[in-house]
């Protein structure tokens, strides 16, 4: 069994229907980018690998006035695979609880810098979660409009689920860093 990846993400937007590969990297980005970062080089490297591995099968259309595309459609393994996944014990749970950072790292052995600097560097982890979090409204968006296109059913609930966690991960991250400026203001000299 193959842990969380790309792939995943790509058999579950597919499983909702055909798409082409820019369909596929939009609803990727209005969707998932909030938790799963892939560039577009990424997911057409991705497609191609899942077609050789038969989860997938793509067409090719001839468009006059546009570009060709290829539509590419989840295949029952490719099905299987989504399931297997979905149903497998819950090993990504450890991962999800582990914070690997390096701007941690950075927070961590800031005490050799100047307090200012460690400001500075606060107050633009705290703007990068503000930012993120307006995009977040971006993603509500998205849900809203897929889920319509879907006929709203209870899938789009976990959509949401999983956009609630992104919410609350950036106001955290937002709350972090203002009491982290605030105790360090406190022994500025």
């Known amino acids: 069994m ?6 995943h993400g790509l058999l579950g937007l597919l499983n909702y229907g055909s798409m082409s590969g820019y369909d596929l990297d ?39 006035d546009k570009p060709n595309k290829r539509l590419y459609s989840i295949t029952e393994d490719g099905r299987q695979e989504l ?5 497998s014990p819950e090993e990504d ?3 999800a609880l582990w914070v690997k950072s390096a701007f941690l790292m950075r927070v961590f052995f800031a005490g ?14 705290r ?13 509500h968006g998205a849900i809203a409009g897929y889920g ?4 709203g059913d209870t899938k789009t609930l976990y ?10 991960y950036y106001r955290a991250g937002i709350e972090w860093a203002e009491k982290a400026i605030s105790i360090l203001e406190g022994k500025a000299p």
């Not at 949401?160 to 966690?165: C, G, M």
């Open 83 to 87: 399931l297997n996944w979905l149903t």
């Open 2 to 7: 193959i842990n969380m990846s790309l792939k």
């Open 112 to 125: 050799e810098t100047r307090v200012e600097q460690s400001i500075d560097l606060l107050r633009s982890y």
């Open 148 to 151: 319509e296109a879907m006929g």
């Open 26 to 64: 939009k609803a990727f980005k209005d969707s998932l980018s909030f938790f799963w970062q892939a560039k577009t080089s990424q997911i057409y490297r991705e497609l191609d690998t899942m077609e050789r591995l038969g989860w997938l099968v793509s067409e090719r259309i001839i468009q006059g």
């Open 127 to 139: 703007d990068k979660c503000m930012q993120h979090s307006q995009r977040m409204n971006a993603a």
């Open 159 to 168: 959509w949401k689920i999983a956009a609630l966690y992104g919410d609350t």
């Open 93 to 95: 749970i450890d991962n």
